[in-house]
């Protein structure tokens, strides 16, 4: 029987994968690879949908989960990053959603069980990633009607419950709402997780992860990283934390905030550094590595991982650090 990880997030830092886009850009693939088997006739392009490789290129998906694994990693997330019928619309793809969500846990699930299997001692989880979508329900995308909304909170609820359900159908244990630039997106997530659980009597772990877009320590509809904290603080967490944009030197003073505040675990997955001139990252292992150990110093954090740019090499470096340390104390029990 698995241990909990609830549990297991008191004992030690838990690792989270890298970057998936990352790894897949090293295969150099062709619209062919996104079509393959399920969408030969589809009528727009697919090359950059990453999440339907889940379903045409399985076997790249499952190399890339091992290989995160192979390099330490705790915690694998699935490639389900644009898995609702919002961000799939710009591809026709929404009836394509429930399939990406289930075959995405499934292979994900079954890289973990074989680790795990491998070593008991070092059980491995799959969280469910569910992106932000390419909607705010917060602000206009149009200068000229600030009242105006591309999406509602109803329809944010009942794309974020279809991808929900697949999910848990595929077998993650916890579902992770990542890179949170809305908090009312992320709500409207968490008000369709807390259905789908109450609907099916269960209690799955819940993370939660934000997004600071600059050095204003702000997300991208304004809110610092205490409002945003305070803002998902009714749900019980499993861990709140933050992602992507910024690099981890400087995502440190906003880990410190949630460090004092937050009554959950705390997570951190930062980009290899910021993007350069051509959009690609420069930090190498032993830079991101550096960097992280100022978090591990001050105790900050109970999960750490990887987001842009990070590979498993970074990974690797990562962990290696991770397991000298202990992890921050949790004040409320998750």
Not at 108 to 117: G, I, K, L, Q
Request: include cysteine; charged fraction near 25%.
């Amino acid at each position: 029987m698995k241990k909990d990880i609830t549990e297991i997030l008191q004992q030690r830092i838990l690792v989270l994968d890298g970057a998936m886009g990352t790894m897949i850009q090293r295969h150099k693939l062709e619209e062919e690879d996104f079509r393959k088997g399920w969408f030969e006739d589809h009528t727009q392009p697919l090359k950059g949908n990453n999440d339907l490789l889940s379903l045409t290129r399985p076997e790249i998906i499952k190399e890339i989960h091992a290989a995160y694994f192979e390099a330490g990693a705790d915690i694998a997330e699935t490639n389900t990053f644009s898995g609702t019928t919002i961000a799939q619309a710009d591809y026709g793809l929404e009836g394509a959603v429930y399939d990406i969500n289930y075959h995405s846990a499934k292979i994900a699930r079954e890289v973990a069980d074989e680790f795990t299997e491998k070593n008991p001692d070092k059980p491995r989880f799959v969280a469910g990633s569910m992106g932000p979508t390419n909607r705010t329900a917060s602000i206009s995308p149009d200068v000229n009607d600030p009242g105006f909304r591309a999406i509602t909170f109803e329809e944010l609820v009942v794309a974020y419950k279809q991808q929900a359900e697949a999910l848990l159908d595929g077998g993650v244990d916890i579902l992770l709402v990542e890179t949170v630039f809305d908090t009312l997106n992320a709500k409207a997530a968490l008000f369709a997780i807390d259905e789908v659980c109450n609907e099916r009597g269960l209690k799955v772990p819940v993370m939660v992860s934000g997004t600071i877009t600059d050095q204003s320590g702000r997300t991208l509809t304004g809110q610092t990283t205490e409002a945003f904290l305070i803002s998902v603080s009714h749900m019980n967490l499993l861990t709140v934390g933050l992602n992507c944009a910024l690099g981890a030197s400087m995502m440190r003073p906003y880990l410190q905030v949630l460090d004092r505040k937050a009554p959950f675990g705390v997570s951190a997955h930062p980009n290899a550094g910021l993007p350069n001139e051509f959009g690609e990252y420069d930090e190498t292992p032993e830079m991101m590595a550096s960097q992280i150990k100022d978090f591990l110093d001050e105790n900050l954090v109970n999960i750490i991982g990887g987001c842009c740019g990070t590979n498993p090499d970074h990974i690797k470096a990562i962990a290696d650090l991770a397991a000298q340390y202990e992890p921050r104390k949790i004040a409320v029990n998750v």
